[in-house]
């Protein structure tokens, strides 16, 4: 089935500790973004790829990093958790920017 | 950015009721998306909705561009429609998103 990958699904991760969370698409979308979901804030941008190649930062990009090597594959890194970063994150594409966004599952991180 | 105000924050419903959930935005959007996160956290795709008039089995949408604000309407409320609503309008790289609707149907 068509769509969006994320992985893991969950992880408990310790403070200081290097981590990638994975998104996959396979519909050729050229905008692919990263947002987390906290209780009472809603969703939140972290970083945007408008196209293979090229990244911007959102609302939050601060300790989080993004690659865009290729249309599929749009990876985001914690250099060095920390508890605030416990959140759940969602992975999201769509056809170019502005254009309708569809949603992966989400990954559920814990930073202890 | 462009912000988004959602109403009501929550709504308990009878199975079979119809209710109607308001979206407004500060600005002129290209475009306005509703979403329903389950109860398992998935967002899924209700509408994408820049304007007018759309339905979808017992769902529909409209949206009013001018006047900035949609409306979600739900008919004959079903268990399985609990979970969190949310609108998105999109600004410049980013979907800017209510703080959402959470519904509930009691059976």
């Known amino acids: 089935i068509a769509g969006i990958t994320q992985a893991p699904t969950s992880q408990i991760l310790a403070a200081g500790r290097r981590m990638t969370l994975r998104c996959t698409q396979d519909?050729?979308?050229?905008?692919m973004y990263w947002y987390r979901q906290d209780l009472g804030l809603g969703l939140r941008l972290i970083h945007y790829s408008n196209t293979a190649g090229t990244t911007g930062k959102g609302e939050v990009p601060d300790g989080y990093s993004v690659s865009r090597a290729n249309t599929d594959d749009f990876p985001l890194t914690l250099a060095s958790a920390v508890p605030s970063q416990t959140s759940v994150y969602f992975c999201?594409?769509?056809?170019?920017?502005?254009?309708?966004?569809?949603f992966g599952q989400g990954t559920r991180l814990t930073v202890v | 950015g462009i912000q988004v105000e959602q109403s009501p924050p929550d709504l308990i419903l009878q199975e079979g009721a119809n209710s109607t959930l308001r979206c407004n935005f500060s600005d002129s959007v290209n475009n306005l998306q509703w979403f329903h996160q389950n109860p398992w956290g998935q967002l899924i795709n209700l509408f994408y909705i820049p304007s007018g008039t759309k339905q979808n089995g017992r769902l529909s949408a409209t949206t009013v561009a001018t006047e900035r604000y949609s409306l979600l309407y739900i008919s004959s409320s079903q268990t399985t429609d609990s979970g969190v609503y949310f609108c998105a309008s999109t600004g410049a790289n980013n979907l800017f998103f209510g703080t959402g609707t959470r519904l509930t149907v009691i059976p």
């Open positions: 999201a594409s769509s056809a170019q920017q502005g254009s309708e966004a569809f």
């Open positions: 519909m050729r979308h050229n905008a």
